[in-house]
Structures are given as structure tokens and as C-alpha cells.
Nanobody
Framework: QVQVVESGGGLVQAGESLKLSCTAS????????MGWFRQAPGKEREGVSC????????YYIDSVKGRFTISRDDAKNTLYLQMNSLKPEDTGMYYC??????????????????WGQGTLVTVSS
């Protein structure tokens, strides 16, 4: 059974940083593209960033480009999202998931595992 566990969220002020982690089990981690998604209050879940299975190709939505960095450690079955210069609009629940690929913005309909519990990021102004 595939399971992902996200961690690292918290309450920060605008301009500060957080690093999210996502540990996966029950899947061949190094054979899957991975993605980060977020869901702001009252909004639909959206793709934020993804990384291909080799780790040499990434994608970011425009609003986080230059501030967020996605990475993976296949030896630890762990995905990361370094988030710098956080803004209030980055507030939301963040989720990770194995994805069909990383050719553009990841979409929640193309994830390959059940959603985890997520980790909450709150950015105050």
C-alpha cells in the first residue's frame, strides 16, 4: 500500500523560509516523477512543482518560480520543497504525490497514490 507522509509546515512571517519533506513508502520511489500540490482555504487543490524520476528536470508554477526549489533523495525515498521568501498567498495545505510525469504543471487528476494528510503552511503578513 502506497503511503506518503508530509512534514515541515508551520506558521511563518512573510519573507521567511520553510522546507517541506515528503517520505513515501510502498512504491518504487526512484521510478516515479513526484509533485507538490497545495490547497488554499476555499480553493481547489493545485499543482505547484514537480520533478522527474531522474531528478534532472523540474517545473514550477510562475508564482513560485525563483522562490521554491524541489529536490529528491532517492536513497531516503524523500521529496523536498525548499520555500524561500514566502508570501501570504502561499498559505495552504501542501501535499506530495507520485505523478505520471513532469512535463508541465502537475495535475491532481494524474497522481499515482492516495493523498497523505498534508502539512499546513501559514504565512502571515
Amino acid at each position: 500500500q502506497v503511503q506518503v507522509v508530509e512534514s515541515g509546515g508551520g506558521l511563518v512571517q512573510a519573507g521567511e523560509s520553510l522546507k517541506l519533506s515528503c517520505t513515501a513508502s510502498g512504491l518504487t520511489f526512484d521510478e516515479h516523477a513526484m509533485g507538490w500540490f497545495r490547497q488554499a482555504p476555499g480553493k481547489e487543490r493545485e499543482g505547484v512543482s514537480c520533478i522527474n524520476w531522474r531528478g534532472d528536470s523540474t517545473y514550477y508554477i510562475d508564482s513560485v518560480k525563483g522562490r521554491f526549489t524541489i529536490s529528491r533523495d532517492d536513497a531516503k525515498n524523500t521529496l523536498y520543497l525548499q520555500m524561500n521568501s514566502l508570501k501570504p498567498e502561499d498559505t495552504g495545505m501542501y501535499y506530495c504525490a507520485a505523478h505520471g510525469g513532469c512535463w508541465g504543471r502537475p495535475h491532481p487528476s494524474d497522481v499515482r497514490n492516495p493523498w497523505g494528510q498534508g502539512t499546513l503552511v501559514t504565512v502571515s503578513s
